[in-house]
Nanobody, 121 residues
Framework: QVQLVESGGGLVQPGGSLRLSCAAS????????MGWYRQAPGKERAFVAT???????NYADSVKGRFTISRDNAKNTVSLQMNSLKPEDTAVYYC???????????????WGQGTQVTVSS
């Protein structure tokens, strides 16, 4: 079994910062891309940021310059530093990782349970 567990969500005022973390554990052979997605009320889940094992990052235009994704390959963790938060960043944030559980198996995307981020005064 593979689990992704997020932490670090909460309530923050506009302009504030939060750091989300996600740890992958269980029967893992290798982890490829890791990333963050978010789902606001009444909207579909949307891409936020991804990072490859080599550190190549990709961001949604709406968060460029404000959010920074990073990872620790040895620990199978990924983090999202969120600065200059805006009310429109309010959403449930989900961690995702493409994981191979055996050398001969294909990569499968796994998801965390989500963590709520609320930006409000």
């Amino acid at each position: 079994q593979v689990q992704l567990v997020e932490s670090g969500g909460g309530l923050v005022q506009p302009g504030g910062s939060l750091r989300l973390s996600c740890a992958a554990s269980g029967n893992i052979y290798s982890v490829n891309a890791m990333g963050w997605y978010r789902q606001a009320p009444g909207k579909e889940r949307a891409f936020v940021a991804t990072i490859t094992p080599g550190g190549i990052t990709n961001y949604a235009d709406s968060v460029k310059g404000r959010f920074t994704i990073s990872r620790d390959n040895a620990k199978n963790t990924v983090s999202l530093q969120m600065n200059s938060l805006k009310p429109e960043d309010t959403a449930v944030y989900y961690c995702s990782a493409k994981i191979r559980v055996r050398p001969w198996t294909s990569e499968t995307p796994y998801w965390g349970q989500g963590t709520q981020v609320t930006v409000s005064s």
